[in-house]
T-cell receptor
Framework: AQSVAQPEDQVNVAEGNPLTVKCTYS??????LFWYVQYPNRGLQFLLK??????LVKGSYGFEAEFNKSQTSFHLKKPSALVSDSALYFC???????????????FGTGTRLTVIP | DTGVSQDPRHKITKRGQNVTFRCDPI?????LYWYRQTLGQGPEFLTY????????KSRLLSDRFSAERPKGSFSTLEIQRTEQGDSAMYLC???????????FGNGTRLTVT
């Protein structure tokens, strides 16, 4: 069965500093990995995905993430944080080879990012 | 691309009542998903449609929950005999393919009193 772990409930970073939001996953096959951001009382907005190819993927708003198969991680990064980046971030995984749940996304519990001015 | 639309945005109901939510996906997206999100948690999968066929349903989904997508376009999620534990944000998403990201609506927030 697939699963996602976001080990940090909260990440605080000063404006202008680099940020990292951690994600590890568990699947039986090769994963499809996604990051989403959620603002208060809103749905989730897609940031970026890894399906295949380059391990470093770039997405919206200057975010990027690195797929690391040996560490089963997909950490979200940004070189310089903005106050407007403050939000709830979710990592999600799909196991397309899985016997069950191959068609849907499984989400982590989320990490609240606060960028301090 | 007008986005995924959900109606209503908010619903307050008394315990025991039935409620129905509607989702209009992005046109031509053949995949439609329902998720539930409670405070402090990530979205939890409820069910998945490909066109009009309901292909997956969470084992956690009570028999009081039912979803339809009659013509492969909009979808409805009905909760019968609501309980306080049903209070949550119900999110709908659509996607054009397996490797594509899900596009989420803004959700329907249900409060059961």
């Amino acid at each position: 069965a697939q699963s996602v772990a976001q080990p940090e409930d909260q990440v605080n970073v000063a404006e202008g500093n680099p940020l990292t939001v951690k994600c590890t996953y568990s699947v039986s096959g090769n994963p499809y990995l996604f990051w989403y951001v959620q603002y208060p009382n809103r749905g989730l907005q897609f940031l970026l995905k890894y399906i295949t190819g380059d391990n470093l993927v770039k997405g919206s708003y200057g975010f990027e993430a690195e797929f690391n198969k040996s560490q089963t991680s997909f950490h979200l990064k940004k070189p310089s944080a903005l106050v407007s980046d403050s939000a709830l971030y979710f990592c999600a995984v799909r196991d397309p080879q899985g016997q069950t749940g191959a068609n849907n996304l499984f989400f982590g519990t989320g990490t609240r990012l606060t960028v301090i001015p | 691309d007008t986005g995924v639309s959900q109606d209503p945005r908010h619903k307050i109901t008394k315990r025991g009542q039935n409620v129905t939510f509607r989702c209009d996906p992005i046109s031509e997206h053949n995949r439609l998903y329902w998720y539930r999100q409670t405070l402090g948690q990530g979205p939890e999968f409820l069910t998945y449609f490909q066109n009009e066929a309901q292909l997956e349903k969470s084992r956690l989904l009570s028999d009081r929950f039912s979803a339809e997508r009659p013509k492969g376009s909009f979808s409805t999620l009905e909760i019968q005999r609501t309980e306080q534990g049903d209070s949550a944000m119900y999110l709908c998403a659509s996607s054009p393919g397996r490797s594509s990201p899900l596009h989420f609506g803004n959700g329907t927030r249900l409060t059961v009193t």
